[in-house]
């Protein structure tokens, strides 16, 4: 019998398929999102008419951009208060559940899965960040 070590067993468990190349597709079981990276996908989900395929396993926050001297908006950096808007209409669109500045639960995105019980041993999670 075969020993496997845990991030075999893991990548067994979420193959869904090879592919010709011969690169091996995973089943993404929690998709981080954030302000940065995101508006790029919801642009061409939007260009393609396509849906968020599982919003119940994305979750968003922001992170990079969170004015840290202001509690309300409009913020006055207007780059980072069109990006907190974008980010909240995207969410609200595909259905994707947002931690919102003012919810508590908002914060760097690396840090949020695991603060809200969204990240759990043996998953396999996505995040388009560093």
Avoid at 38 to 53: D, H, I, T, Y
Avoid at 63 to 72: F, L, R, W, Y
Avoid at 89 to 114: A, L, M, R, Y
């Amino acid at each position: 019998m075969a020993k496997f070590n845990l991030f075999q067993k893991v990548w067994q468990a979420h193959s869904v398929g090879q592919l010709a190349n011969g690169q091996t597709q995973l089943f993404v079981g929690r998709h981080l999102i954030h302000e940065v990276t995101s508006p790029q996908a919801f642009g061409m989900l939007r260009e393609k008419n396509l849906p968020v395929r599982y919003p119940e396993r994305t979750f968003a926050t922001v992170d990079h951009i969170v004015p840290t001297n202001e509690v309300s908006e409009p913020y006055s950096d207007p780059l980072a208060d069109a990006m907190i808007r974008e980010l909240r209409k995207n969410c609200e669109d595909f259905g994707v559940t947002f931690f919102d500045v003012d919810t508590g639960k908002q914060g760097i995105v690396h840090v949020v899965g695991p603060e809200q019980g969204l990240t759990q041993p043996g998953m396999t999670i996505a995040c388009g960040d560093s």
